[in-house]
C-alpha cells in the first residue's frame, strides 16, 4: 500500500491506474480507524480494482466549540487498518494542503443540511460537501463508500453527485455495531465505562421503536415520545434531537406511509453520538 500527502501524487498515481484502465474505489474517513470503517474498505476493495482511503480531519465541519483539537488522531493504526483491509493508497493530506490560504469555494446544500443533525452543528454539512466534493475532484473515483451510520451526510452527499455532476456512484453501507448494539463510532472513545453502558440506550431505544412501527404504529409523534422516554431513563445521557423524516427530502413526517429515516442524536457528557434505521416496509 502507498501511503501519500500531497494532491500532486495522488493525481500522478490515480492517471497512472486510469491509463491502466482501472476502476477506482474510495472511502473518505477522519481517521482513528475501526471496524465500521474497515467493512466500507473491505467492500471498495471487493468491488474495484484500486481502493483509495484518505484520512482528514476536516476543519470546515467543526464548530468553533466543537471537538476538532481533541477529536483522536492515529495515523500509524490507520494505516495498519487500511492495510489490512486491502487498500491501494491511503491519502493523508495535511490541513494547508486541502486549504490553501484563500479557499473560497463551498458547496451548500442549503435545506438540506439545517435540520437533524445539521441544527445543533450549523454549517457543518458546508464543511462536509466541500471537502468530499475536494476528494472527488482530486481522486475522481468511480464509486465512492458511505456509511448509514451517518444518514445525513449520506442523503446529502447523494443529492450533491446528483445536483453538480460529479461522476462518481455513491454506494450506502450498513452500520457496524458492537455486539451489544453500540454503533461503532470513532468518538466512543472519548466515553468512560459508565458512559459507555449508558450510551446503550440510544440503539436500545431505537431498536424498540423499530418494532413498535413493525407491529404497525405508524405515528411519528408516538414513536418520537417513546423513544424520547427511553432516552429520559438514562440519567447520564441528554437527548439532542430523535427525528422521524424522509429518507430522501430529511424533511419531518406526521404520518408514516412512505419509507423513513428515523435517527437521533444524544449527548453523553460532553461526547454527542449518532444512531438511526430505515424504516422501509409499509
Ligand atoms: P468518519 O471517519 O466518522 O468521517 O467516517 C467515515 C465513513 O465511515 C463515513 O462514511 C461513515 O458513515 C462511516 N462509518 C463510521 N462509523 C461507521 C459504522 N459504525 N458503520 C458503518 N460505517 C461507519
Redesign the pocket.
Known sequence: MQSVSKIKEVREIIKDWKSGGFSIGF???????????K??IELARQQNDRVVVSVFVNPTQFGPNEDFAKYPRDIEHDWQICQEAGADLLFAPAAAEMYPDNNLAYIDLKELGDNLCGASRPGHFRGVCTVVGKLFNIITPDQA??????AQ??AIIKKMVKDLNFAVKIIA?????EPDGL????RNAYLSTQQRQAALILSQSLQAAQELLLKGERDAQVIREFISEQIASEPLVKSDYIELVDSLTLKPVKNITAPILVAAAIYVGKTRLIDNFLFEEI
Open positions: 472511502v473518505a474517513t477522519m481517521g482513528y480507524l475501526h471496524n465500521g470503517h467493512s466500507l463508500y458511505f456509511g448509514q451510520k451517518d451526510q449520506l453501507c450498513p452500520i457496524v455495531r454503533a461503532l463510532s470513532s
